[in-house]
């Protein structure tokens, strides 16, 4: 397509430009302010503090036009710093991180000098095409010079230790891109844009969805195995800073997408669910419906979600939940390609109207008809809610 709308030498230049763009971090550190706790003005004083202590920092930090609980911090580069001798190369997820701003800890590193001992000032790789064997001693594929920092661990102790390596590794003195390093920075006031928690009951589950996030290089999902009804942290009289249990009102957004009765499922052949089965997931939906709207902050957005066709799991629930939390609403969704919600909840049109209900009974024909089949409606059966938090 590309080649078409432009030509293709333009599309080359085009795609060039997108992987030479790709491939340099963004110009602004982009931090979502906790204003649940602290007003942006105090996370802002506290911020430009901590820079002004950190030496040769710069203290530009900026408030966002339109986003209220955004602070921006300029990045400055690539700056001048030439490659030394001392190689360490480092993973390329880890490199990304160096680039944004951070040093080097140990799991990112897969080579280091044969006799690079605490202290020893190294230049910094990453190793873009994942080719290089963790404990090499040097590397001769394709690397990015990152920058120039100081060792804080010796090879041994990186290679030869049993057991999971942790820890800093190279602490960045000349990075090539300089913005500051948030690890431990006011973790109750800052935190990066974009972090999603995914809780999980069944550890093999939870493994797959840590898989596919590696997978997907999508380093800000963290996933917990965790009963989700036990996910406040005031029931069980017990703080993380880290991980579940959470506070109360402490997310922006929570997405429901419940453990139901599986009936919307195609194709199905046969359903080895019991009656009394199929009837035990109101009361679970319930409970982890009190739970997501306990961690969800005022002003936030709650999306409760099943793959099944049942009145009791979805229209009922909707109904249940605006009598049980007068402080949930029911918002439009966009896109809207369901049909309205159905009858018999004791919800009014205007709210059926906000919900989507998948129906591919609706337009389905055993024979397959004349019309193409579409895909907003030759679908699974599936139901969604969208409520916002006052
Ligand atoms: C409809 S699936 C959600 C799938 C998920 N959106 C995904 O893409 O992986 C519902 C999930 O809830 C999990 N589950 C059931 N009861 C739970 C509980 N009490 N706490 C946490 N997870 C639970 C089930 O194991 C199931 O994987």
Not at 329 to 345: C, D, K, R
Not at 351 to 356: V, Y
Request: a neutral charge.
């Amino acid at each position: 397509m590309v080649v078409s709308e432009f030509g293709a030498s333009e599309a080359d230049q085009c795609f060039k430009a997108l992987l030479s763009c790709l491939s340099h971090p963004p110009l602004f550190t982009c931090l979502r302010a906790n204003t649940h706790i602290y007003t942006l003005q105090e996370t802002h004083h506290s911020l430009l503090q901590h820079l002004e202590q950190m030496k040769g920092r710069s203290p530009a930090v900026l408030t966002h036009p339109q986003l209220p609980d955004v602070l921006l911090l300029p990045v400055s580069g690539p700056r001048r710093v030439s490659p030394l001798d001392s190689e360490v190369i480092v993973d390329s997820q880890c490199g990304s991180a160096v680039l944004r701003g951070a040093h080097v800890f140990n799991p990112g590193i897969l080579s280091t000098p044969k006799f690079m001992k605490v202290g020893d000032v190294v230049s910094v790789f990453s190793d873009v095409e994942g080719k290089c064997t963790r404990g090499a001693k040097e590397f001769r594929g394709k690397k990015v010079f990152l920058g120039n920092g100081v060792s804080e661990v010796d090879r041994a102790q990186i290679f030869c230790s049993e057991g999971p390596v942790k820890g800093l590794g190279i602490r960045m003195t000349e990075p090539l891109y300089q913005s500051p390093s948030f690890d431990g920075v006011l973790k109750d006031q800052l935190f990066l844009q974009g972090s999603v928690v995914a809780l999980e009951k069944v550890r093999s589950k939870m493994e797959k969805i840590k898989e596919n996030a590696k997978m997907l290089k999508l380093d800000c999902i963290k996933a917990y195995c965790i009963n989700s009804i036990n996910a406040v942290s005031s029931d069980i009289r017990q703080e993380n800073t880290e991980g579940p249990p959470f506070p109360e009102e402490s997310f922006d957004r929570v997405l429901l997408d419940a453990p139901c009765s599986s009936l919307g499922q195609r194709p199905m052949m046969s359903y080895g669910y019991s009656l009394k089965e199929v009837c035990s997931y109101q009361l679970l939906q319930r409970k982890l419906f009190t739970t997501a709207v306990r961690l969800l902050k005022s002003g936030g957005v709650l999306v409760y979600s099943t793959c099944t066709v049942t009145l009791a799991e979805n229209e009922e629930q909707v109904s249940w939940a605006l009598q049980t939390f007068p402080c949930l609403t029911l918002e439009p969704q966009v896109p809207h390609l369901g049909s309205e919600g159905m009858l018999g909840a004791g919800l009014s049109h205007e709210q059926r109207r906000l919900l989507q209900r998948f129906r591919p009974e609706l337009s389905w024909k055993a024979e397959g008809g004349t019309q193409p089949p579409d895909a907003n409606t030759d679908t699974i059966g599936f139901f969604i809610a969208k409520f916002s938090k006052r």
